[in-house]
């Protein structure tokens, strides 16, 4: 079994960063909050700790402190800004209010020969930002690097697998900070480099094996990535025992339903049974305008249809879905001290009681990551690349409230869209591309006449993990073409706007 890195979560906009630069490394990694359950790390084969940075200070009542549970593991820690600090201060050092805060690139000297800087110059530019300073080190610390302002950068106590940096090496402004990860991983924690999609497939094999026994499962498909890929893993681990349903609630793009089967069908030989269930859904979602009850009306009633399914099958006590490492951090789902973003109707969105034991084999990955899995499955190109869709799909795409012939606008302007992306080369440049529907009418003028019509936004973002995204700056010639595309081909809409906003402050979907 693979070695893990856990890490600590204490509110540093740099966390998931952390975790990424480490499985970039092919070592598994996994955050937890401050104040986690033990329970959370008990199925984890630990090969190190992490502390991320922070808002707080050590000094402060109820800051975030530091768990001695870490501690019984016996493997190295590793404190990174407010996680050096609350180090030095859990083992009686002292942390002061620097007066003057180092924010930015900055120059560290080394004092000391360390692992953590194995192979390194006498200096490095590294990224500082903190408002707080280590004056005194615990016995048995060591100094083995200073700032230019002569404050203590990094120090260790190797005897007792201790170590710590007040500048962030996780972020690609500090000049060696894969360097320094990579030390840390291999020459301090002594972890094999063994986290592959290989590898991840025939765990995953083994342990869905080990789960089923002689049950069946029902594999709910969506025409995404994700579960495409958890449906033709569960295929390779238990055959027949995995039963596929995709359930069509009305609220997928235009013409999407039958265009999935037929990949499902003729690309991937997944026996796949349509559930057409659209006027239901749009029943329990009409006049409801609220987009957490929007989920929770969707994420219910799928479970709902899956439970009927199942009874036709003996022993279907298992579903298995797509569920994403995003998914579970943004509806709050990895420690009671997140923070809920919004619920994700495959998480926050599912009843408190249901039948099922749920199977979520890539709840501890991030897109890209599935995506590979997905090359190590022989998953067909134009499964993997297409763009995530949302599982209450349009109906979070319509603000306010969901109507047929609100739906068909969008899925009209969407259809065109998508396309036009797709004709001019665009859509495998963007990570994600889609329209809003907007919940106002607007004056417009078309052939002479008054219009009080709707409102389409374009959403076009690049990203790597869908944790942080930057809008796509589509060329103006072609922003042009588009928008007069939509206002002249789909009834309804007389003004086209584009989103220009980054994540965070915004998130990717609008609901």
């Not at 190590?376 to 109507?403: D, K, V």
């Not at 990203?463 to 309804?492: H, Q, R």
């Amino acid at each position: 079994m693979h070695e893990t890195v856990i890490i600590i979560d204490y509110g540093s906009q740099y966390t998931q960063l952390i975790a990424r630069r480490i499985r970039e490394n092919h070592v598994h990694s996994i955050i937890l909050p401050y104040d986690f359950n033990e329970k959370m790390i008990q199925k984890y084969n630990v090969g190190g700790f992490i502390l991320s940075g922070g808002p707080s200070s050590v000094y402060e009542k109820h800051s975030p402190t530091i768990s001695n549970k870490i501690f019984s593991y016996n493997v190295p820690v590793l404190g990174i800004c407010y996680g050096f600090q609350l180090l030095v201060d859990y083992f009686y050092g002292s942390v002061e209010n620097s007066g003057k805060a180092e924010y930015g690139r900055a120059k560290i000297s080394f004092r000391n020969s360390s692992k953590l800087f194995f192979n390194f110059d006498s200096s490095t530019d590294v990224w500082m930002s903190h408002g707080d300073k280590v004056t005194k080190l615990p016995q048995k610390w060591l100094e083995i690097s200073n700032s230019e302002n002569n404050v203590i950068s990094a120090a260790e106590n190797p005897e007792d697998n201790l170590y710590g940096v007040q500048f962030h090496p996780e972020v690609v402004h500090t000049i060696k900070g894969d360097e320094i990860i990579k030390n840390y991983l291999f020459n301090i924690c002594k972890i094999k480099s063994s986290w592959t999609a290989e590898n991840f497939v025939k765990e995953k094999i083994n342990e869905i094996k080990n789960i089923v026994g002689d049950g069946n499962v029902i594999c709910a498909l969506s025409g995404g990535v994700d579960s495409t890929v958890v449906a033709t893993l569960l295929k390779k681990a238990i055959g027949d025992k995995s039963i596929c349903v995709f359930v069509d609630h009305g609220l997928l793009r235009k013409n999407e339903s039958q265009e999935v089967m037929d990949m499902y069908t003729k690309s991937l030989n997944l026996n796949v049974t349509l559930l057409d269930k659209s006027k239901e859904f749009l029943s329990l979602l009409s006049g409801v305008k609220d987009p957490e009850l929007k989920r929770k009306i969707i994420g219910n009633k799928f479970i709902e249809e899956f439970e009927k399914f199942s009874s036709k099958f003996h022993d279907a006590t298992f579903l298995a879905q797509g569920t994403l490492y995003p998914d579970v951090i943004e509806s709050g789902g990895y420690g009671k001290v997140a923070d809920k973003i919004k619920s994700h109707h495959n998480v926050g969105g599912l009843p408190d009681k249901m039948k099922f034991e749920l199977i979520e084999p890539v709840n501890e990955l991030f897109k890209d990551e599935v995506r590979k899995i997905g090359l190590e499955l022989n998953i067909p190109n134009q499964f993997l690349m297409r763009h995530p869709f949302p599982g209450p799909g349009l109906g979070i795409r319509i603000m306010g409230e969901i109507t047929e012939q609100r739906l068909k606008i969008l899925k009209d302007a969407d259809k065109i869209f998508i396309n036009f992306l797709k004709v001019n080369n665009f859509y495998d440049k963007i990570w994600q591309a889609f329209c809003v529907l907007l919940p106002i009418k607007t004056v417009g003028v078309m052939g002479d006449k008054r219009t009080y019509d709707n409102v389409i936004c374009l959403r076009m973002v690049t990203s790597l993990d869908g944790m942080t995204a930057d809008w796509f700056d589509l060329p103006y010639d072609l922003l042009k073409l588009c928008s007069n595309k939509i206002v002249n081909e789909v009834k309804g809409v007389n003004r086209v706007v584009m989103d220009v906003t980054s994540k965070p402050p915004g998130t990717i979907e609008w609901e």
